[in-house]
């Protein structure tokens, strides 16, 4: 196992070198979630995993009042991801097939890299 410390807007890795990409508990931070999603699929082998944890109103929990996702937002830079935009920022990347995952106000979900 190797580490490396990088900006998501250019991971240094070469096309296509990953079996499986995990973002857990940081793409609510990345500042343009379009780019930071276009980048993981940058680098990771065609039809394969992308895993994420991270978080959504939901129906339960503190982000689920909009004064709060929006203060998170302004003031921390925290993104609370709608699903159905969250399907077109990853539709927008490269990814399909979708599969979230709610509990409270967190979200998991994958998405596999689409088959050029």
């Known amino acids: 196992m ?7 807007e250019a991971l240094p890795f070469e096309n296509g070198v990953f079996d499986a990409t995990i973002c857990c508990g940081s793409l ?6 379009v780019i930071a999603l276009r980048e993981m ?5 065609p039809g394969t995993i992308l895993s994420v ?4 109103a ?6 689920k009042y909009r004064w ?5 937002l302004k003031n921390h830079g925290l993104h609370v991801f709608d ?3 969250l399907e077109q920022y990853l539709a927008a990347s490269g990814f ?5 995952g709610v509990s409270g106000s967190t979200l998991t979900f994958s998405a596999r890299k689409q088959l050029v």
Do not use: C, N, Y
């Open 28 to 33: 609510h931070l990345f500042a343009d979630t």
């Open 68 to 72: 709060v996702r929006e203060w998170s």
């Open 58 to 63: 939901g129906s339960g929990g503190i982000l």
């Open 41 to 45: 699929a940058r680098v990771m082998k």
């Open 96 to 100: 399909k097939d979708f599969q979230p």
């Open 2 to 8: 190797h580490f490396a410390r990088a900006r998501v």
């Open 83 to 85: 699903l159905i935009k």
């Open 53 to 56: 944890f991270t978080f959504t």
